[in-house]
């Protein structure tokens, strides 16, 4: 397992971070899984070296979360987690209330990093002014080692409410939206990043159009038709095969997450499942060799202009 600096945090933490939620929430999302199963998912991604878990109030998967780290020793185990925004801003007392709320379905008395979640362009004033003040009081108290934020990057593409916060400085970590496919956080979020020494969470490294060869097809052909990528540049009839056949990785996913992983200024690359046979396929990719030189340089070439999707 191969493990960073979170930034300024000082945290050693696995490149590889369980993401309790995305499409699958351990299993939880479609019932696919038992409690008791999703917590043996979650031990089994801790005894392979993960020693990072994600996951917020909004995902419903505290309370796993918390059930399998009773399990194990405490103090190895960074946990992140979240507190959900509404339409209407929050208040002060509802943030105190969530994040105790947190802490009983994670059993424990601290979180490592709480984030505000999914924080929108226009909400970020009120909340760095108003809710800002309160985390940074938690943080004097105990109950949260580090603060963060996080970003709706469906409705946010141009990562505005992060530039923003990483312009402030008040932020430990932040978790942005970034993969193959769309790679216009490198430039706007993280290089800003590293030159503040900010931790980075990446969410969206593999979703379903990296997964499901017909809808990477569709939104290669929507990149396309909206001038974002060259269609001299793929191959519709096998999208992105030249990862397999030049031997550079073992499937697409494969190389999504070791693209990701390369890329400069990230730190935990959040992988969501359902099942142990895909947790281990993950596993295995964050094992690998980074990518050969020149396929990453064709993919930054082929997507350099991309900005439109999020693979979701």
Same mark, same amino acid.
Not at 111 to 138: C, F, K, N, T, W
Not at 162 to 190: C, I, K, P, S, Y
């Given at each position: 397992?191969?493990?960073?600096?979170?930034?300024? =945090?000082?945290?050693?933490?696995?490149?590889?971070?369980?993401?309790?939620?995305?499409?699958?929430?351990?299993?939880?999302?479609?019932?696919?899984?038992?409690?008791?199963?999703?917590?043996?998912?979650?031990?089994?991604?801790?005894?392979?070296?993960?020693?990072?878990?994600? =996951?917020?109030?909004?995902?419903?998967?505290?309370?796993?979360?918390?059930?399998?780290?009773?399990? #194990?020793?405490?103090?190895?185990?960074?946990?992140?987690?979240?507190?959900?925004? #509404?339409?209407?801003?929050?208040? +002060?007392?509802?943030?105190? +209330?969530?994040?105790?709320?947190?802490?009983?379905?994670?059993?424990?008395?601290?979180?490592?990093?709480?984030?505000?979640?999914?924080?929108?362009?226009?909400?970020?004033?009120?909340?760095?002014?108003?809710?800002?003040?309160?985390?940074?009081?938690?943080?004097?108290?105990?109950?949260?080692?580090?603060?963060?934020?996080?970003?709706?990057?469906?409705?946010?593409?141009?990562?505005?409410?992060?530039?923003? +916060?990483?312009?402030?400085?008040?932020?430990?970590?932040?978790?942005?939206?970034?993969?193959?496919?769309?790679? #216009?956080?490198?430039?706007?979020?993280? %290089?800003?990043?590293?030159?503040?020494?900010?931790?980075?969470?990446?969410?969206?490294?593999?979703?379903?159009?990296?997964? %499901?060869?017909?809808?990477?097809?569709?939104?290669?052909?929507?990149?396309?038709?909206?001038?974002?990528?060259?269609?001299?540049?793929?191959?519709?009839?096998?999208?992105?095969?030249?990862?397999?056949?030049?031997?550079?990785?073992?499937?697409?996913?494969?190389?999504?997450?070791?693209?990701?992983?390369?890329?400069?200024? =990230?730190?935990?690359?959040?992988?969501?499942?359902?099942?142990?046979?895909?947790?281990?396929?993950?596993?295995?990719?964050?094992?690998?060799?980074?990518?050969?030189?020149?396929?990453?340089?064709?993919?930054? %070439?082929?997507?350099?202009?991309?900005?439109?999707?999020?693979?979701?």
């Amino acid at each position: 397992m191969q493990y960073r600096t979170l930034g300024r =945090t000082g945290l050693r933490v696995s490149v590889i971070g369980i993401g309790a939620g995305g499409p699958s929430r351990l299993g939880q999302r479609d019932d696919i899984r038992t409690e008791a199963e999703s917590v043996a998912l979650v031990l089994r991604g801790l005894d392979a070296g993960i020693n990072f878990i994600d =996951t917020a109030e909004a995902y419903q998967t505290e309370a796993i979360v918390g059930a399998a780290v009773a399990k #194990r020793n405490r103090e190895d185990i960074i946990i992140s987690t979240k507190k959900r925004l #509404r339409g209407e801003n929050i208040s +002060a007392a509802e943030l105190r +209330a969530g994040l105790h709320d947190s802490l009983r379905r994670l059993r424990t008395d601290y979180v490592d990093v709480y984030h505000l979640h999914g924080l929108r362009p226009q909400q970020y004033s009120y909340y760095a002014e108003e809710i800002l003040p309160v985390m940074q009081a938690l943080r004097q108290e105990g109950k949260i080692r580090f603060i963060g934020v996080t970003e709706n990057w469906s409705g946010d593409l141009e990562h505005l409410m992060l530039q923003r +916060a990483l312009l402030d400085g008040h932020w430990d970590v932040v978790m942005v939206g970034f993969n193959l496919l769309n790679q #216009r956080a490198r430039e706007t979020v993280l %290089q800003p990043a590293i030159a503040k020494d900010i931790g980075v969470l990446i969410m969206f490294a593999v979703r379903r159009a990296l997964s %499901q060869p017909e809808l990477l097809r569709s939104t290669l052909e929507q990149l396309i038709a909206s001038g974002e990528i060259d269609a001299r540049a793929i191959n519709l009839d096998d999208p992105l095969g030249f990862l397999v056949e030049e031997g550079a990785a073992a499937g697409i996913p494969d190389a999504a997450y070791r693209f990701c992983r390369d890329e400069p200024g =990230t730190h935990v690359i959040l992988s969501g499942t359902g099942n142990p046979q895909h947790l281990d396929a993950n596993l295995a990719s964050f094992g690998r060799p980074p990518l050969p030189p020149q396929i990453s340089a064709r993919l930054r %070439q082929i997507f350099r202009q991309a900005h439109s999707v999020t693979g979701g």
